[in-house]
């Protein structure tokens, strides 16, 4: 297979890659939870998206492509058709997320040496409305019978705990967190933008190296309406779904607009009815789902955003939230619905992580923020070879060191505008940071 310079694919690709899928059984009670799920899963390397016991859990890796730089999208797409052209494909199930897909993570700045990686796993086990499918990707030379769960399934030993967790400052301690805050109200106030999502980090140090299947056991357990996910040590819950493609239908949950929950459901009823009338907050969201409506709206032939948000409970906050849906306009000719990857990087940044007017938040960002953020709030997800697929935004979320396994950055951000109180954002931010905290916990 020929690629390009800047599109390499490594992990000894088969040529052609042979893919089926057949339908499968999974031990599930009434109700599917993700753990049917995630303990399939070996510590080496796992793969995850899963939400409400649904999703896709994978092992292995026949290929790997790895892009960086403004192209790393484009990249990262042209590289996946190639590998699929000579591909033999037998799909018993025909269900998103059967057949080959792969899972990606890419950087959120042009500039990251972060870059982003797809990996096409060799094992895929997922489950949808009931439904549960094995998908193998192989070499020629390596088929056999129908393939079988418990023939291609690592060997079940439990996660181990992590022991005592430690945490330090990230690029910024909290106090100075405190002044970056205030310098981006100042530029707000000053007409340089209007809205800018900060981010700060904290660095984890656990006892143990981290096996990640204890982490994401965790966060799906707590975060049901969230997409936990594992990609190439990047580990976590979001709440916030980039874009869905799905057979011509696309789906983009927008968050923005935040506060911390007490623990008291009473008093979080009156949370929910403060943020849900709040002035800063309500401004802070419209920014977002504007922007997600603008990106979407060249690819769509009809959409809807809602007028007003909805609030979203988290066991750590509550959210403002819109569900923004619109129609692929139809493809004409030779031509092909855009891919879900491709929708995610005409997406890519929201207004609700990066901010408004998008280039110069950028700029800001750059100028105050004082880290890479490297794959944090960055695209996260799948797609087939359909096109189709989920892509969040990597939130709620750590990356685990390459060297060290033992040590993890751990991310939150918070979106700012003119009547931002920078210790009402640090307060904010402590309280993103809580998911993963809870999962090394």
Request: negative net charge; glycine residues 10%.
């Amino acid at each position: 297979m020929s690629t390009s310079p800047s599109t390499p694919v490594t992990g000894g690709v088969p040529r052609p890659l042979v893919v089926r899928t057949v339908p499968c059984d999974l031990p599930a009670g009434a109700v599917p939870d993700a753990d049917d799920l995630l303990d399939l899963l070996g510590p080496d390397a796992p793969l995850a998206w899963v939400r409400r016991g649904d999703g896709l859990v994978a092992w292995g890796e026949a290929a790997r492509i790895e892009v960086h730089g403004a192209d790393r999208f484009a990249d990262a797409e042209r590289a996946w058709r190639q590998l699929l052209e000579h591909a033999i494909v037998r799909d018993e199930v025909r269900l998103p997320g059967t057949g080959p897909i792969a899972f990606g993570s890419f950087a959120f700045d042009d500039d990251s040496p972060a870059g982003g990686v797809v990996v096409v796993p060799r094992v895929v086990v997922g489950r949808r409305d009931g439904r549960a499918w094995l998908t193998t990707l192989s070499a020629p030379g390596e088929l056999g019978p129908l393939p079988r769960l418990r023939d291609v399934a690592p060997r079940h030993v439990p996660p181990a705990a992590p022991g005592e967790v430690t945490y330090t400052d990230g690029a910024v301690d909290a106090e100075s967190w405190l002044d970056v805050v205030a310098r981006g109200v100042a530029a707000i106030r000053s007409g340089e933008v209007e809205k800018v999502v900060l981010a700060r980090d904290v660095h984890a140090r656990t006892q143990h190296p981290l096996d990640v299947r204890w982490a994401l056991h965790r966060l799906a357990d707590r975060y049901r309406s969230c997409w936990t996910f594992s990609v190439d040590g990047m580990i976590g819950a979001t709440p916030e779904l980039l874009v869905r493609s799905e057979r011509g239908l696309v789906t983009s949950r927008v968050l923005a607009g935040t506060i911390r929950r007490t623990g008291d459901d009473d008093a979080d009823m009156g949370r929910a009815a403060i943020l849900a009338h709040s002035s800063k907050d309500l401004e802070e969201h419209e920014y977002a789902v504007t922007s997600v409506a603008r990106a979407l709206a060249p690819f769509c032939s009809s959409s809807n955003v809602p007028d007003l948000p909805f609030v979203l409970p988290l066991p750590n906050v509550l959210h403002l939230a819109s569900d923004v849906t619109g129609v692929l306009t139809a493809p004409q000719g030779d031509d092909a619905h855009p891919s879900s990857l491709a929708l995610a990087a005409a997406l890519h940044p929201t207004a609700a992580v990066c901010g408004t007017p998008t280039q110069a938040a950028r700029a800001l960002i750059t100028r105050i923020e004082g880290m890479d953020r490297g794959r944090y709030a960055g695209p996260v997800g799948w797609f087939g070879a359909d096109g189709d697929g989920e892509w969040g935004i990597a939130l709620r979320c750590a990356e685990v060191d390459r060297d060290d396994p033992r040590r993890l950055r751990l991310f939150a951000g918070c979106g700012v505008v003119a009547a931002s109180d920078p210790a009402a954002e640090l307060a904010e931010s402590r309280a993103k940071l809580d998911p993963m905290r809870h999962a090394l916990s």
